[in-house]
């Protein structure tokens, strides 16, 4: 039966560790060998991971790979990827290099407005309290100057402030919806200072509004915070070539081609059982460089897949189409990134990664993760209409699987070389594996 721990935040990590190990794994001592190989050996740099998060044990390590050739607005990239899939990198980089001598990706950015609003309850007269706010915008903004004077000074800050009536959707609830602009920060410590200033100034000049009753002034804010779905902070990136160039297969003509991946695109974009998979497989390219430059993945992830059921129905984030035989593949969507504050800036890694992008600007940063994600996608859709995902991925996976079965480098140098010429399963390796070890 298991016990609970008191105080485990205050243990040694090394405390910590045994009691994990002891209580929660069947060999102790392999556990403590296994946490203890990826600690790192340099103490500032182990100190500064064990600040990251709370009651680290070690450091869970992830591939870093790079994807290079990507040609985004006549400006060459190698772009880094932090991700464990096998594939994601090579079908990035296999992208990148189909279209380089095909114009490359061309990108541009649409918005980039970030939300945050503050959830209150007003039990009264919808009419006072829109009288009220005329009277309140101002304040909002003067009492906000401490933290936004810094920001304002390099172009940002509050873009607007609006009373949002959301009683249709539960009773006497209101929001003070808020737009922002935030420069090269993310901003999500920016915004939740904001809308927590501006909840505190709600309450209190609520209580001196003439035109309240006593029920009236009493506000009851139920949280202030940033919100994840950010549809007017946006990129567009696209490709574009003539049909006759879109050359990928012996086996298939260019308009055929052409033809399958907007037929593709078209069935993602109809049936949401395969829209999910097709923007899983955007979202591989896009997290891969999200998590690589220190920022956010999951907030990526909700923003975007928010963003692709806007209108009702989930659907492709990506659209194809051929006109005046000219092919176009292209992408719409809403990155809120940051390149500096947070992980950006003290992660020794994500500050290689960017100064590996040549150090962007968010802006910048915004447009390559988004030719990123639709290298990704042109990548998968590809493989999907002309050989199968399966051979290029499990090809890309036999490694893994071989070293699962613990093969030598001398059997993993003749299993190689035998799915050469055939296909590669994980029953078939497997059978293929016990063959030779059997010699």
Known sequence: MKLPVEGF?????????????????????????????????????????????????????????????????????????????????????????????????????????KVGQVHF?????????????????????????????????????????????????????YQLHCTFETLDAMGANFINSCLEQFATTLKREAQSFSLFTNQEKDIEVVMSILSNYVPNCLVRAEVSCPVEDLNVEKSISPLDFAKKMVRAVSIAK?????????????????????????????????????????????????????????????????????????????????KLALEILQKPSAKELMQIVAAAGLAQNFAAVRSLVTTGIQKGHMKMHLQNILNQLEASEQQKEILIKHFEKNTVTHSAVIDAFNKLSKH
Request: hydrophobic fraction near 40%; charged fraction near 20%.
């Open 9 to 113: 935040s205050k243990l040694s990590k090394e405390e910590k560790l045994n009691w994990i190990a002891s209580n929660y794994t069947h060999n102790a001592d392999a556990t403590k060998t296994i946490l203890k190989q990826y600690w790192n050996s340099s103490t500032d740099l182990q100190k500064l991971h064990d600040e990251f998060i709370e009651n680290t044990i070690t450091n869970y390590y992830l591939p870093l790979g790079i994807a290079p050739n990507f040609l985004i607005n006549d400006k060459l990239y190698a772009v880094p990827m932090a991700i464990e899939e096998s594939s994601v990198v090579a079908a990035a980089s296999k992208a990148a290099k189909f279209w380089l001598s095909r114009g490359g990706f061309k990108t541009t950015i649409l918005g980039t407005e």
């Open 121 to 173: 309850i007003y039990k009264g007269d919808t009419s006072k309290l829109k009288d009220f706010f005329k009277l309140l915008t101002p304040i909002l903004r003067s009492d906000a100057i401490a933290i936004t004077k810094n920001m304002e000074k390099r172009g940002g800050g509050i873009s607007n402030i609006e009373l949002r009536d959301k009683t249709a959707d539960i009773e006497n609830y």
């Open 270 to 350: 109809v049936e949401p059982y395969r829209a999910v998979t097709h923007n899983k497989g955007i979202m591989n390219g896009i997290d891969a460089v999200v998590l690589a430059t220190g920022n956010d993945f999951r907030a990526i992830e909700a923003g975007v897949h928010a963003y692709a059921a806007k209108n009702g129905s989930y659907t492709s984030l990506t659209n194809a189409s051929i006109e005046d035989n000219i092919f176009k593949f292209w992408i719409n969507i809403p990155l809120a990134l940051g390149t500096i504050g947070g992980l950006t800036s003290l992660h020794p890694l994500a």
